[in-house]
């Protein structure tokens, strides 16, 4: 049975920093499309960034680009999100997303085991 489990999550000041981790039981992440996703409240979900199965091509939506790495550990078997400069309408429940066969990194639908996502608060 396959198992994504997010983590890290928590209350950050503006300017801050927090790292997102993403496990999985049940599969190897190195032979997955890894994709995080995140949810405002009164918003709908959002894609913020992906790294591709066996090369690892990463990908950020413009509003996180050049503030969030996407990281894999393989020895680990788990994803990471580092998210610097944090920013207050970063704040949503970030969901971990894998597929084997991701074409479009920032459609849901593609993906086919989802956590239950782990909070993020970026306030003073």
Not at 22 to 35: E, K, N, T, V, W
Not at 65 to 91: C, G, H, W
């Amino acid at each position: 049975q396959v198992q994504v489990v997010e983590s890290g999550g928590g209350l950050a000041q503006p300017g801050g920093s927090l790292r997102l981790s993403c496990a999985a039981s049940g599969i190897s992440l190195q032979d997955y499309s890894i994709g995080w996703f995140r949810q405002a409240p009164g918003k709908e979900r959002e894609a913020v960034s992906s790294i591709s199965a066996i090369l690892g091509i990463t990908y950020y939506t413009s509003a996180v680009q050049d503030r969030f790495t996407i990281s894999r550990d393989a020895a680990k078997n788990t994803v990471y999100l580092q998210m610097n400069t944090l920013k207050p309408e970063d704040t949503a429940v970030y969901y971990c997303a894998t597929g084997q066969r991701v074409g479009k990194w920032m459609k849901g639908y593609e993906y086919d085991y989802w956590g239950q996502g782990t909070r993020v608060t970026v306030s003073s």
